[in-house]
């Protein structure tokens, strides 16, 4: 039993050294750790706290890369440098690249542009006319889910007093509890700064968005 573990029992009053229900072994935490890998990965989305950097190597007239992590996923791409060329790429999507030159997937070059394609593809343009420059990513990473206690549970540590209420939270709701449920998650979106207690405007519709950092000025590269 980790420490996230222990202290989501704690909190649904478990006892964390003699549990009852949750039992000390695979089979019976195994509901706790669901919900804290649940946790892990959507603070990671929602906060964007995890990142690494991939080295692209380009290779000539290919347009799309597959990525691949040691452990996880991709989650989205914050900033793309072109080292060879020492300048970054500039995102844009399969709309604009239709505008910008509908025969972009054959036109060779320097690559300009960069876009994501679902989890894990990138794909550059215009195509590469040579294999001899690295793109290097930064992107934000989500990470797989941990199976047992001995496992680095990857969130950092301001966040993890929230992913212990939303565990909790998954919990009661579990049990029917809809009020404890609710107030667990009150606390989760405290915890994570996220509690907007004033009303929205009548028109505001909930959608999916994500923030990305400030576009650097110049040639200065993006935070990792």
């Known amino acids: 039993m980790n420490e996230l573990e222990r202290h989501t029992l704690i909190l649904i009053g478990e006892n964390a050294d003699s549990p009852d229900v949750f039992t000390d072994d695979e089979v019976g935490l195994a509901p706790i750790r669901d919900s804290i890998n649940d946790a892990v990965q959507e603070v990671v ?15 000539q007239g290919r347009n799309f890369y597959r990525l691949a992590l040691a452990s996880g996923h991709v989650g989205w791409i914050t900033d793309a440098w072109l080292n060879g060329q020492d300048r970054r790429l500039e995102q844009t999507d399969f709309a ?43 992107v934000v990473w989500i990470p797989a889910p941990y199976t047992h206690d001995k496992d680095r549970v990857t969130v950092r540590n301001d966040f993890r007093l929230a992913v212990a209420h939303y565990a909790v939270s998954e919990y009661w709701a579990g049990r029917g509890d809809a009020k404890a ?22 028109d505001w519709r909930p959608a999916l ?3 990305k950092e ?9 935070p990792v």
């Open 181 to 202: 449920a609710g107030d667990a998650f009150a606390r989760y979106r405290d915890a994570l700064g996220m509690r907007d207690d004033q009303p929205r405007h009548g």
């Open 96 to 138: 604009k690249l239709d505008r910008w030159d509908p025969r972009w997937m054959v036109s060779t070059g320097t690559p300009d542009f960069y876009f994501q394609v679902g989890l894990d593809v990138i794909g550059v343009a215009p195509r590469p006319s040579a294999t001899a420059d690295v793109l290097s990513l930064s």
């Open 209 to 211: 968005e994500s923030s």
């Open 214 to 222: 400030p576009w650097p000025t110049g040639r200065e590269r993006a």
């Open 45 to 59: 989305m929602l906060t964007g706290s995890r990142k690494t950097t991939v080295n692209l190597a380009l290779r």
